[in-house]
């Protein structure tokens, strides 16, 4: 007699929920053929192997199930990644790891609430903006960003205003890349950030735009963007974009992280 229980119904919709999870991941990553490849793969393998029991075509499969997992960890591991770290970005799992983590959470609120840290950077995009000069910064918070800044040059310096407006001065040597800014100083300039192929990126956003995404959205911090072409301000943050920014919305976001 077949037996089903309420546990099989839990066991059948998480199994459903994960897929439908995964699909959204594929989609926007533009693996969704794929997806749908390994999904009929896996249907056939489990008619071969459990349904029809055809043990010759069934242990060629099983090979290649045993093989394949490999294979697609390597295949996805951008995607996988990102799953992970959505699971561990998550409001409630972050409000958990922050209750042990107070001493963290004030150092950072310190310095949100420093205006020698805030106001210069809202003044340097501010003039930037109206001189129509290029910047991308990014502001670490929980997650370091030690492998980004190794890929530009360290500098260390304390933030000002003028210090921020000659680096992404046009002949600079430093323009051409991300500034990161650790705490209250200037960790490093000139670095290379992974940049997002998402395909619902406004068409008019150039490269700057989607390395500010694509540091968005496989870390917490938040990143700042002067166009060159119209000078408005951007910002990123958890995979997402606010554009436009006045100077009172920037500052805004940097001193209370209101995105």
Known sequence: MFDFGIKDLIDILLVAILLYYCYMIM????????FYGVLLFVSCWIVVSKVLEMKLLGSILDQMVNVG?????????????????????????RGLLNFFRRDNNKQQDDVRNDK??????????INMSKNKVGALIVLQNDLPLDDIKHTGDIINASIGQRLIENIFFKNSPLHDGAMIITGHKIAAAACILPV??????????????RAARGISKETDALAIVVSEETGSITAAYNNKF???????????????GKF
């Open 116 to 125: 020698s840290i805030v106001m210069p950077l809202v003044m340097a995009c």
């Open 27 to 34: 989609k926007r990553s533009r693996s969704v053929n794929i």
């Open 242 to 256: 606010r554009a436009r920014l006045t100077a009172e919305e920037l500052e805004l976001i940097l001193s209370k």
């Open 196 to 209: 997002s192929n998402d395909l619902d990126i406004p068409k008019h956003f150039g490269l700057r735009h």
């Open 69 to 93: 997992a490999i294979a697609l960890i390597i295949l996805f591991q951008e995607e996988i990644r990102h799953f992970f770290y959505t699971l561990g970005a998550h409001e409630k799992v």
